[in-house]
Each structure stands twice: as structure tokens, then as C-alpha cells.
């Protein structure tokens, strides 16, 4: 039996949110995580830009459908995950930009968690490790 010819580079690069005001959104990821706006697509049914962490190649791309119509989030995906060095620092200011809590800070061993809902619906998960 040969062995298998090595799998192709497949690295996760983006995970879309629709938002209902791409503004807002934008201004809450910056706000709250320090992620800078990179690049836009503006097309007839929609206009979506990518945030990401200085000196990180993962996107969380934000579209904003034009047609007006709303959008379910639904259940079937869990929360984004986000890491920090100062989970109650950026839960604070996420509360100050309008998210509402989810799951208080949480220890479970070397690591803390707390999950929030942004202004637009969507779930954050937090995650702190060694403290």
C-alpha cells in the first residue's frame, strides 16, 4: 500500500457575520478588540469588510446584506472565540459598547472564560489563558 500523497495547505482564513449596520459592526470590533478594517467588497446585493488582529491572518469578514432584509443568526454555530490577555478588561468594554452578557467569567483549570452577545447578535466567547 502507497502512503497517502501529503494534504494541501488548509489553513481556517474567515468566518462571516451578517450584520444588519456594517458601521456599527465595525465600530464595535474596533471598539471592543482592536481590529482593523482591511479589505472591502461592494457589490449590487451587498458590502462586507474584513477585521483582524494586528500581525493575524485570520478575518472576521461583517456583511451587510442591501436588500434590508433581516437575517436569522439561528442556533446551529457556536460562539466566535476569541483570546486575550485581559478577559475582564475587554468584557468591560464590550458591556460599555452595548453587548449584553451570556455567561459570567467562568474558571474551568488554567483557563477563564466568559461568553457575551454583541449589539447585533451575535455570540463572543472570551477566553483567557493561565490566569
Known amino acids: 500500500m502507497t502512503a497517502p500523497a501529503a494534504a494541501p495547505r488548509c489553513d481556517p482564513g474567515f468566518v462571516k457575520l451578517h450584520v444588519p449596520d456594517l458601521?456599527?459592526?465595525?465600530?464595535?470590533?474596533?471598539?471592543?478588540?482592536?481590529?482593523?478594517?482591511?479589505?472591502?467588497?461592494?457589490?449590487?446585493?451587498?458590502?462586507?469588510?474584513?477585521?483582524s488582529a494586528p500581525d493575524n491572518p485570520f478575518d472576521v469578514i461583517l456583511r451587510c446584506w442591501k436588500d434590508g432584509k433581516p437575517r436569522d443568526i439561528g442556533n446551529g454555530w457556536g460562539p466566535l472565540g476569541v483570546r486575550t490577555d485581559n478577559l475582564?478588561?475587554?468584557?468591560?468594554?464590550?458591556?460599555?459598547?452595548?453587548?449584553?452578557?451570556?455567561?459570567?467569567?467562568?474558571?474551568?483549570?488554567?483557563?477563564?472564560?466568559?461568553?457575551?452577545r454583541t449589539p447585533h447578535g451575535h455570540e463572543i466567547e472570551l477566553i483567557q489563558q493561565g490566569n
Open 23 to 51: 458601521e456599527a459592526a465595525i465600530a464595535f470590533f474596533r471598539e471592543v478588540f482592536g481590529w482593523n478594517a482591511g479589505q472591502v467588497l461592494d457589490l449590487a446585493e451587498f458590502r462586507q469588510v474584513a477585521m
Open 88 to 116: 475582564d478588561g475587554v468584557l468591560a468594554r464590550a458591556i460599555d459598547c452595548g453587548s449584553s452578557m451570556v455567561r459570567e467569567p467562568t474558571a474551568a483549570g488554567a483557563v477563564r472564560f466568559a461568553i457575551l
